[in-house]
């Protein structure tokens, strides 16, 4: 099967193109940015496109001969829509590495469309949102009828410059929970709880994170939280300068932007040295289990798990799928230097 590498310029796409080369694959690398697209293709001995998203007739040009797309050029929420839809359009594979509650949403109205015409679309073939959404499904299996469902996890060694505007443009948008099956906006920081991550408990806070979306599709469960370690000057300086507000004006948004943009992203040392971690919690009536994942770091695991999805898609039914529901529960324990503890009772 023929693929391409859309954003493969960018710090997780040339952690993809360089692992896809690796394991023998030979996506089409693809972007916007000339030079830097032909560089890297030439590097590494592959194909390459350039066209951006803007123009439809770009992009369906641009995708001709090709078989599935792996979709990793933020920020998601302005790329995700059209690269999607134009597979689908096309009768093609979509993958991405968003983790983004509205681009969850809008790929899942896409659901029909998308098995009608053969074509499988998978949102959050990365860290956002394979190890959570995999261990939400567990959870599901291990307590049938759960009414509530806590994901926390832990990313270390840092973001890349994708990820950190992403967290900025998130910001702006305040807390967000599924509560009673439906996704409300919440003040940030709305809950706080303990969390048994395989490294030791720690104080987690509430965050929009993927799974407010995702989860729900995977489980049915209607109450669910997700959750990280937020600094408390973070916390304390958001109440009181009300950073999310400021956020919203065009002004305050660019340069926070430009001001994350300039992260250069965690070097291969330092993944090398950091690990990330997710717990998650279950809850019916008083009952509850509980079951945690330890991992490499967050941009080694997702060019691993879009690597291997690559290969799957045509074991896929058509349609919107989260990782569980397209690859099973326990599909994050494939992944290369992922351990599993539980589900268990408590906790």
């Not at 997780?12 to 080369?21: D, E, F, K, S």
């Not at 998130?170 to 709305?190: E, F, H, L, N, Y």
């Not at 009300?242 to 932007?257: F, I, K, T």
Request: charged fraction near 15%.
């Amino acid at each position: 099967m023929t693929w391409l590498l859309y954003g493969a310029n960018g710090y997780t796409g040339t952690l993809i193109a360089r692992l896809a080369v690796q394991r023998g694959e030979r996506p089409v690398l693809a972007g916007r940015s000339r030079e830097p697209i032909a560089a890297l293709a030439a590097e590494l001995g592959l194909e390459h496109r350039v066209f951006g998203l803007a123009d439809p007739d770009g992009i369906r040009r641009g995708l001709e001969g090709i078989a599935a797309v792996a979709h990793c050029a933020g920020p998601f929420s302005v790329t995700a829509g059209p690269m999607a839809r134009a597979c689908v359009n096309a009768g093609l594979h979509y993958v991405d590495i968003t983790g983004e509650i509205e681009v969850f949403e809008d790929l899942h109205q896409l659901h029909d469309r998308a098995r009608a015409v053969g074509s499988v679309l998978l949102p959050g073939a990365g860290f956002d949102v394979v190890p959570t959404d995999c261990v939400a499904a567990m959870l599901a299996e291990a307590l049938p009828g759960a009414s509530r469902l806590d994901l926390a996890f832990l990313a270390g060694g840092g973001p890349s410059p994708g990820t950190a505007k992403t967290a900025v443009e998130g910001m702006s948008q305040g807390g967000k929970a599924r509560i009673d099956g439906a996704i409300q906006t919440v003040p940030m920081g709305w809950r706080t709880i303990r969390a048994g991550f395989p490294s030791g408990p720690r104080t987690v806070t509430s965050v929009p994170w993927g799974d407010v979306s995702t989860a729900y599709y995977s489980t049915g469960i209607r109450d669910i939280t997700t959750y990280t370690v937020v600094p408390a000057g973070a916390m304390r300086a958001n109440q009181v300068l009300g950073l999310h507000r400021l956020l919203r004006l065009g002004p305050a948004m660019r340069v926070a932007q430009a001001l994350a943009g300039r992260s250069p992203g965690p070097s291969e040392q330092r993944r090398a040295r950091s690990r990330a971690e997710v717990w998650g919690r279950a809850t019916a009536g008083g009952q509850s289990v509980h079951a945690a994942l330890s991992m490499p770091n967050a941009y080694d695991l997702t060019a691993d798990s879009v690597v291997r999805v690559m290969t799957r898609l045509g074991s896929i039914a058509p349609g919107t799928h989260t990782p569980s529901t397209a690859l099973g529960p326990r599909y994050v324990t494939e992944l290369d230097g992922v351990t599993l503890t539980g589900p268990a009772e408590g906790g």
